[in-house]
């Protein structure tokens, strides 16, 4: 008996619904080589939901949600609506309800045509960023004093706990372990990237980092402060293989991350707590102007299914999704990432194609 997942899909706004039925599209390739099926279900989530019902995302979802074994989401975010709060409801609703306390952000760069910086390849790009998910500035516990006059405060808390530190340090450890390390490399390595020269509060990282890291003597550590890591990742992006970092710096280095490896047509995110269900989405946005158009590139929602695979057990069928798009870049048939040089319907055309040609010829 063929294994059977459950898939919540929520394409969202923009160009969410596009960029997730060419997903999808693919997913089924791989349902069929691999012998697998998934049973979706929608969640009509995002604005447009919301301003036809008034509701942004009801306790009740989050009910059905921690049924399934993953969700698939495209993006949220509409000029419709006040900044952040679909957001924050429907992202962040998901990261904080199901506690997916790992956002798992792979940087690699599939061919040295995509990449913006001078001799560098595929070689010198390849890491995996461990962003935490549940914490830092992201609580949202703010707030204002004497708001809109002229000595007016504002304050936001970046919030760290031992037991939200610790975990995600770990995760990046046994990560790391399951990498091996990069050729060339004796050992993997794992670095810590973080402010704690001027956000003291980040000692709680510095310490159980080093804590953690004593469990791991065949694991190489190192440390950056954020600065200097993007400083590094332009420079020599060689020298990363995993690396952790609290939410907020997570969420600007992997943008950083996500033009070293070919833009936010490609870059794919997973927002896992391991053995529960788990969220995954394109780091993109959801570009309102480009929807309905056929001009947003899915191979970021792509690869989000492959991170998908990959979390429920499917590794096979993962990989094979992730060399579909290596090798149709690396042979011209995809000849750029950028918005609108080729169909929406037609990338996802091109790997669902691939997808099966390849394990047929392997068969
Ligand atoms: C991301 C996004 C979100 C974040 C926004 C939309 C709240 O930028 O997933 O990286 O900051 O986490
Ligand atoms: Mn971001």
């Known amino acids: 008996m063929s294994k059977v997942y459950d898939i919540g899909v929520l394409p969202g706004d923009g160009i969410g619904e596009e960029v997730v039925r060419e997903g999808l599209k693919v997913l089924t390739a791989a349902e069929q080589v691999f012998g697998f099926k998934t049973r979706r279900e929608h969640l009509p989530y995002g604005a447009d939901h919301f301003l036809k019902t008034g509701e942004m995302m009801p306790d009740a979802a989050f009910d059905r949600i921690r049924q399934m074994h993953a969700v698939l989401m495209g993006a949220i975010g509409d000029p419709r609506i006040e900044v952040g709060k679909l957001e924050f409801a429907i992202i962040a609703g998901m990261r904080f309800k199901l506690d997916l306390y790992v956002n798992l952000r792979p940087i690699k760069l599939m061919h040295e045509s995509l990449c913006p910086l001078k001799d560098k390849g595929p070689a010198d790009v390849d890491m995996v960023i461990c962003r935490e998910n549940t914490e830092d500035a992201y609580t949202g516990i703010h707030g204002y004093f004497k708001k809109g006059t002229p000595d007016e ?185 950028q918005a609108g040089v080729h169909g929406t319907d037609e990338l996802g055309t091109l790997v669902e194609h691939e997808v099966r040609a390849a394990v047929g010829a392997r068969a």
Request: proline share 5%; hydrophobic share 45%; net charge positive.
């Open 153 to 337: 405060v504002a304050q936001q808390t970046m919030l760290y706990t031992r037991k939200g530190t610790e975990r995600i340090v770990r995760y990046a450890f046994e990560l790391a372990r399951r990498r091996g390390p990069k050729p060339g490399a004796k050992a993997p390595k794992v670095t810590l990237i973080d402010k704690a020269n001027a956000v003291r509060a980040q000692d709680l990282w510095t310490r159980t980092f080093a804590e953690v890291a004593r469990e791991y003597p065949g694991i190489e550590t190192d440390h950056a402060y954020i600065d200097a890591a993007c400083m590094w990742m332009v420079k020599n992006p060689e020298w990363f293989d995993v690396a952790v970092t609290p939410n907020l710096f997570g969420d600007i280095i992997t943008d950083l991350g996500a033009m070293i490896q070919g833009g936010m047509g490609i870059a794919a995110s997973g927002n896992i707590h391991p053995g529960q269900v788990s969220m995954f989405e394109p780091i993109h946005g959801s570009a309102p102007k480009y929807r309905g158009q056929n001009k947003a590139n899915p191979l970021a929602t792509i690869m989000a299914v492959s991170l998908m695979l990959d979390h429920v057990g499917e590794s096979r069928a993962a990989s094979a999704i992730e060399q579909a798009v290596a090798s149709l870049i690396r042979s011209g048939r995809i000849r750029s990432l």
